[in-house]
């Protein structure tokens, strides 16, 4: 959860790191989360064991499970987790996250300049982009991916989106659906 004043809470389990707090641990109440100086949460995502926070400045930290590179982290995490919150490698020249959502092992985020970006799991389709494109460092057979800009949504200029376990949507302007 997010407040007004740009701070942000963790609570529930804590197994994959997902809560922000350093640590593995559950925990039963709100507990404030220790953010980089500077960040003010402005709004979250939670994906099945990865959580994702929007901060004032137009970008994003992540943590929690990262086996399909669903954090979007420069380098690939210890043991497949983070229990701190880190930035999101957004592409070169993103900025702007206004929106984000998480699906079970990727995420996406939506841009003031009406950008899908999309990383994680490539499964099925999940990211919109080309197969083939996988994170340096990934296993043989692995789907993960590096944060990159969907190519096809960018002319069609979207205002909403959604991640889910086992597909992305996109809601454009005109009321088109992807």
């Known amino acids: 959860a997010c407040t007004h004043g740009g701070l942000a809470f963790g609570w529930g389990c804590g197994e ?3 809560l922000g ?8 109440e709100p507990t404030p989360l220790p953010l980089p100086d500077g960040f003010e949460a402005i709004d979250a995502a939670c994906g099945a064991e990865h959580t994702l ?5 137009g970008g ?10 669903q954090l979007g982290h420069r380098e690939p995490d210890d043991a497949g987790r983070c ?6 490698a957004l592409p070169a020249g993103v900025r702007g996250v206004v929106q984000a959502s998480c699906g079970a092992q ?13 990383w994680g799991s490539a499964e099925g389709g999940l990211l919109g982009r080309k197969r083939g494109e ?3 460092g990934a296993g ?13 949504l960018t002319e069609h200029r979207p205002v909403s989106l959604s991640a889910s376990n086992h597909h992305t949507v996109a809601v454009t302007a005109e009321g088109e659906l992807f």
């Open 134 to 136: 996988r994170r340096a």
């Open 53 to 57: 926070l929007l901060g004032s400045d």
């Open 60 to 69: 994003a930290v992540s943590c929690g499970a990262d086996e399909h590179g």
């Open 21 to 28: 707090l350093a640590d593995f641990d559950d925990r039963d």
């Open 83 to 88: 229990c701190e919150l880190r930035p999101v």
């Open 140 to 152: 043989e057979g692995s789907t993960a991916t590096w944060p990159a800009v969907v190519p096809l």
């Open 106 to 118: 990727h995420s996406v985020a939506l841009t003031d300049d009406a950008r899908v970006v999309s």
């Open 16 to 18: 994959e790191g997902q």
